[in-house]
């Protein structure tokens, strides 16, 4: 547990009160006790949420299943992967450009970072940001443990805030942007990524989607720096094929061969992407949508929020 961080930004997750360090962490205003877990503080509030303190403290998995074992894992390498990524990697540049432009030695929460994002490469700049990832399961990189609806930091603590593949998670992502811009410095910089034309992925914990403006619209008291497809329309036809096939069994192993024979025979099709990236088409279909703001006190009006739309009605 990084002390001197839990002690100059961490607040209790329920009332935001001061954390007292122990071989617990406790709330001096509230009284509330939360737990250290194998040095990662579990800083959840179990009235307001999904997950309960005990099962971090019996090691039960919260989101993740079990990793594949043995033969599934074998065949499962041989399986091409029908997403595509279209340039999560220049959008982390150009985020953590920003931030340095800003100050040295940025802070930057990381929301869902148990493991690194698609296009996030923290070793080479760990030196230049403070990072701070949080996750609601452990995980190779999680610092603590706690559920975005009630974030265990004081207002104002961070510079950048990343969510990506995070919102469709929850199940109040207004009130999880929310908590973003509060924990934000005044010209704070947000980035996120959700998914728009996708099935559910990891099962129960799977609740939304939103379209380019529904997203526009959730970071509406953010400026716009860019937004856009990160996963695009022919990975979206992908997905809908090989869930199709899977669907249509009942068995679980024919409906995982259906799913892997699915994926054999579309993979390809996201080579498209990169072509379509920019298509009027793309803003009323793609996989997954972007967005990178600033927090600068101004809010997106509604009228203005339906000017943008980019698509193809
Ligand atoms: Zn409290």
Redesign the pocket.
């Known amino acids: 547990m990084n002390e001197s961080l839990i002690k100059s930004i961490a607040a ?1 997750p ?2 935001k ?1 001061s954390l007292e360090v122990g071989p617990q962490l406790t ?1 001096a ?2 009284g ?1 006790e939360f737990p250290v877990v194998d040095g990662i503080p579990i800083l959840i509030n179990e009235a307001n949420s999904i997950f309960s303190i005990e099962d971090f403290k019996q090691g039960r998995p919260t989101t993740y299943g079990s990793p594949l074992k043995g033969w599934k894992r074998l065949v499962s390498k041989f399986i091409p992967s029908i997403n595509l990524n279209l340039g999560s990697d220049q959008n982390y540049k150009d985020f953590f450009e920003r931030l340095r432009a800003k100050r040295s030695r940025p802070r930057v929460l990381i929301l869902g970072g148990a493991i690194e994002g698609q296009g996030l490469d923290l070793e080479p700049i760990a030196d230049q940001f403070e990072f701070v990832e949080t996750d609601v399961s452990f995980g190779p990189r999680t610092g603590i443990i706690c559920d975005a609806h009630d974030l265990p930091f004081n207002s104002e603590s961070f510079d950048g805030v990343i969510a990506q593949a995070v919102l469709e998670h929850v199940l109040d992502p207004f009130r999880c942007v929310e908590e973003m811009e509060r924990v934000l410095v005044s010209n704070g910089l947000v980035y996120a990524e959700t998914p728009f034309m996708q099935q559910v992925h990891m099962g129960r914990f799977d609740f939304l989607r939103f379209s380019h403006l529904g997203h526009r619209r959730l970071f509406r008291r953010f400026t716009e720096v860019s937004s856009g497809a990160i996963g695009g329309p022919a990975m979206t036809l992908a997905w809908t094929y090989s869930y199709f096939l899977r669907g249509l069994f009942v068995n679980k192993t024919l409906q995982k061969a259906a799913f892997a024979f699915g994926n054999l025979t579309s993979f390809y099709l996201k080579y498209l992407d990169p072509l379509l990236k920019e298509r009027p088409g793309t803003y009323d279909s793609a996989s997954a949508y972007y967005f990178m703001g600033t927090k600068d006190g101004k809010t997106l009006d509604d009228r203005e929020l339906i000017m943008n739309y980019k698509g193809t009605f």
């Open positions: 209790c329920a009332c009160g709330c205003a509230c509330l």
